[in-house]
């Protein structure tokens, strides 16, 4: 069987982005972006398979799509989120519960603080916040995105170069003109946790999920 062309292969994402409503980039056991360009799960690194080339191209066309959103989700892992279940995400994101601030270290803070400030701030702008170091100065950022505290994101500058940018869940929302969700932070979180069921029947959602997982209230299945 031949190799489909990255159109056929967005397309056929896209399908499973909207029937699904949320889709991780890349699972062993899951249905994934991955295994879906490369017709069967990837174990370790996809980047030396052959279909490597693909997988970039396909994610980096899906993160551009306009109805697509890709956030650390599902497992801790980087996932597509259909827009239909954006509004949930953003309640969810700007709840700022125990599980997204209980711990958070004062450089994330600080850069929280920005960002709700700001709006949006990039990394590449704040050379005399923060820890020294370009992979240091990155830490924060990737705190804000694994708690869900920010829509974090990797962008190219002028340079060539890339740096991280984060965004606050309401300057993100109006930007594109969302409705607020109606119901509490908890049906918010059942909104998205009935999606993730679709991935992995039988498993209690919440065990994979940021609220379950970092909360530790929930005990893990095997």
């Not at 031949?2 to 399908?15: H, I, L, T, Y």
């Not at 693909?54 to 066309?61: F, W």
């Not at 969810?92 to 600080?110: F, R």
């Not at 984060?166 to 109006?174: D, K, L, V």
Request: proline share 7%; hydrophobic share 40%.
């Amino acid at each position: 069987m031949s190799e489909p062309s990255a159109k056929e292969a967005r397309v056929r994402v896209a399908a499973q982005v909207k029937k699904l409503g949320l889709l991780p980039f890349t699972d062993s056991k899951a249905p994934s972006l991955v295994s879906l360009v490369a017709g069967a799960p990837i174990a370790g690194s996809w980047w030396g398979h052959p279909a490597g080339g693909l997988i970039y191209e396909v994610g980096e066309a899906l993160e551009a799509e306009p109805g697509v959103l890709l956030v650390r989700l599902w497992r801790g892992k980087r996932t597509l989120v259909d827009r239909r279940l954006w509004p949930a995400l953003v309640r969810v994101g700007e709840s700022h519960e125990s599980w997204q601030t209980q711990g958070l270290d004062g450089p994330a803070s600080e850069l929280l603080a920005l960002v709700r400030g700001a709006g949006c701030v990039r990394n590449d702008s704040l050379s005399g916040w923060g820890p020294k170091g370009a992979s240091r100065l990155s830490d924060p950022f990737r705190t804000l995105e694994r708690r869900l505290l920010a829509v974090t994101r990797s962008v190219h500058t002028s340079s060539g170069a890339h740096a991280l940018e984060a965004e606050s869940w309401s300057s993100w929302s109006s930007g594109r003109h969302l409705p607020k969700f109606r119901g509490t932070v908890a049906q918010a979180q059942h909104e998205i946790e009935d999606a993730s069921r679709r991935l992995a029947p039988g498993v209690d959602p919440r065990n994979l999920l940021p609220w379950g997982v970092r909360g530790g209230s929930r005990p893990t299945r095997g």
